[in-house]
């Protein structure tokens, strides 16, 4: 029905007497009800139902009210000295069932999968609503269609929760669906391995039988993700996200990655650390050994310095042979 209640309004000052009617005329077997303001007095009618009631100010109230409570409606009120009436029509109509909704994929990985959101209603106007936005309309990311009825969003996001349709099926007067969750998985977003001792530089230096802890964490992450463990490129059996030694052994030194995912997003992230024993320069250091200096050069030198040698003596014999020819030259001239 339109409405659980109405009312139907009749009001005036100094009034001795109000009469409600359902009918054409205002017989006395077509009375509702009566009403006496002055006394606080009424008298109910063969049309008197146990829905209605009078007002202190002359208002017939219908309670539960039914579609064979559409019909016209008159009311007289008595005041000193005159009588007024007034006639109006109740309409009760029937409404619909309340929309519906449903989508067509329940299992939507972020970022990657589109989903269509069904409002199901014989209405024309209808509007969609998330637990955000009072009103959506389309966008980069959504698309209503141009009958209203669906709802597409495109490559969902962590933050698409809720949503619902309503309806206006009757002028004035809204229905609304009830709400739908879209379950969306994401992540992992990131990741973190903590170790005691600290790995400097993704190094852990421990002694051999020492305590050596590495922790896992992946954040943000729907579902939760699970964890593996390689050592040195191998599957290692453990799959908690923290490991312990609690005395460490020679086998145990080596390369460790811990790699964390999401079984349904399939998103796969990973962090090295190695552990070793402390480093070499802290072991006593060996005995000092004087080593006697020998002078040496490259050979590239060695090739060097033989030219220059060979073009200085060639350039010595030049000269040499020059300053002989100018002495000979000398003396045959002065004989």
């Not at 006395?28 to 009078?54: C, D, H, L």
């Not at 972020?110 to 106007?125: G, L, P, Q, R, Y």
């Not at 400097?200 to 896992?216: F, L, N, Q, T, W």
Request: aromatic share 10%; proline share 4%; with cysteine.
């Amino acid at each position: 029905m339109v409405a659980m209640y109405d009312k139907l309004d009749c009001e005036l000052l100094n009034v001795l007497q109000y009469s409600w009617y359902r009918s054409e005329d205002n017989q006395t077997e077509n009375m509702i009800v009566n009403y006496k303001p002055p006394s606080k007095s009424w008298q109910v009618g063969t049309a008197f139902t146990g829905r209605e009631n009078v007002t202190s100010n002359g208002h017939l109230t219908i309670n539960n009210v039914a579609l064979n409570d559409t019909g016209k409606y008159i009311v007289t009120v008595e005041t000193v000295g005159e009588t007024q009436r007034a006639t109006g029509r109740l309409k009760v109509i029937e409404l619909e069932s309340e929309p519906t909704i449903s989508m067509n994929s329940s299992s939507l990985v972020e970022n990657v999968d589109s989903v269509a959101i069904f409002c199901h209603t014989n209405a024309t106007k209808i509007t969609w609503h998330n637990v955000s936005t009072s009103v959506l309309s389309s966008n980069d990311r959504m698309t209503i269609s141009q009958d209203g009825k669906t709802l597409i969003i495109h490559m969902v996001d962590r933050d698409d929760l809720i949503f619902y349709c309503s309806a206006e099926t009757y002028p004035g007067l809204v229905q609304r669906s009830i709400a739908i969750w879209l379950i969306v998985y994401y992540g992992p977003d990131g990741m973190t391995l903590k170790t005691e001792p600290f790995a400097y530089r993704d190094v852990i230096s421990a002694e051999i039988g020492s305590k050596v802890d590495m922790e896992c964490s992946a954040s943000f992450s729907h579902p939760q993700t699970t964890y593996r463990w390689f050592h040195n490129d191998s599957l290692m059996t453990f799959s908690d996200a923290k490991m312990v030694f609690t005395s460490l052994s020679w086998y145990q030194l080596g390369r460790y990655r811990c790699v964390a995912e999401n079984p349904v997003t399939r998103l796969i992230l990973y962090k090295d650390v190695k552990i070793q024993l402390p480093c070499e320069c802290f072991l006593p250091a060996k005995p000092w050994v004087d080593v006697p200096r020998v002078f040496t050069i490259s050979g590239t030198m060695a090739v060097m310095l033989i030219v220059v040698t060979a073009l200085g003596g060639l350039y010595l014999c030049g000269i040499l042979i020059y300053l002989l020819i100018s002495h000979c030259s000398t003396r045959c001239l002065l004989s």
